[in-house]
C-alpha cells in the first residue's frame, strides 16, 4: 500500500540550487533531485477509498499562488542526526494553503500529524554521522537561499516504503487560483490528466 502525503513541487532552478549542497558531509545518503519536494501533510499508509476522500476533500481548496523562497539548511535529530534539510523564508500563503489542508483532516476525521508543520526540502537522509561533522557542513552552509519561485499547484503524492523514501509519483495535481499555467508546465505535467486514484 503507497504512503500518501500533499506537496509542494520544487522546479528546476531551486532544485539545482539545492543539488550544490550535496557532499562534504560522510555518513549522507543524498536525496535524488527529481525527489526534492516540501510536503504539506503526510497521510500515510491509506486505504483506497480513504484516498478518494482526500481526493474529493482537496478539490475544494481555493488558495491563491504565492512565491516562495528556500533559506537556510539545518538537521533533524540534536544528538543523532538523521537528517539535514533546507529551510524556507516567511511565507503567509505557505502556513495558510498548509491549514486548509489541515482543517480537512480534521473534517475526515484523520489521525493527527504527531510533528509540527515545519516547512522544509529534505537533502539528505543520515546514517551514523558525527554531530560535529554535521555541525561543520551546516556552518559552512549556513548562508543558503535559493532565487524565489512561484507555486502554482500543490499535488498528492504516493512513496512505496523504501530506505530515504521515493521514488515518488503525483497521483494528482490542484491549481492554486491565478496560477501561471505555462510556467508549471515545466513541472513534470505526467500528473496533470491524473484519473481519481484507484488501488
Known amino acids: 500500500m503507497p504512503r500518501l502525503f500533499t506537496a509542494l513541487e520544487i522546479p528546476r532552478d531551486a532544485a539545482l ?26 497521510f500515510g499508509d491509506v486505504e ?45 500563503d505557505l502556513y495558510a494553503l498548509q491549514g486548509e489542508i489541515e482543517g480537512i483532516c480534521r473534517r475526515l476525521r484523520l489521525p493527527p500529524d504527531p510533528r509540527k508543520f515545519t516547512p522544509h526540502v529534505t537533502l539528505a537522509r543520515l546514517k551514523n554521522a558525527n554531530p560535529r561533522d554535521v555541525a561543520n557542513y551546516l556552518s559552512a552552509r549556513g548562508n543558503f537561499a535559493s532565487v524565489p519561485f512561484s507555486v502554482g499547484r500543490f499535488v498528492l503524492m504516493s512513496s512505496r516504503a523504501s530506505f530515504g523514501g521515493g521514488p515518488y509519483i503525483i497521483e494528482e495535481a490542484w491549481p492554486l487560483v491565478g496560477a501561471d499555467h505555462d510556467r508549471q508546465a515545466s513541472f513534470d505535467n505526467s500528473a496533470s490528466e ?5 488501488w
Open 17 to 42: 540550487s539545492l543539488s550544490l549542497l550535496r557532499g562534504g558531509l560522510p555518513g549522507a545518503r543524498w536525496i535524488d533531485i527529481e525527489n526534492y519536494h516540501l510536503t504539506l501533510r503526510f
Open 194 to 198: 491524473a484519473s481519481r486514484i484507484v
Open 48 to 92: 483506497g477509498h480513504t484516498a478518494d476522500e482526500i481526493a474529493n476533500a482537496l478539490d475544494r481548496v481555493r488558495r491563491p499562488a504565492f512565491t516562495m523562497k528556500l533559506s537556510g539548511v539545518g538537521a533533524f535529530g540534536q544528538k543523532k542526526p538523521h537528517s539535514i534539510w533546507a529551510g524556507v523564508s516567511a511565507s503567509p
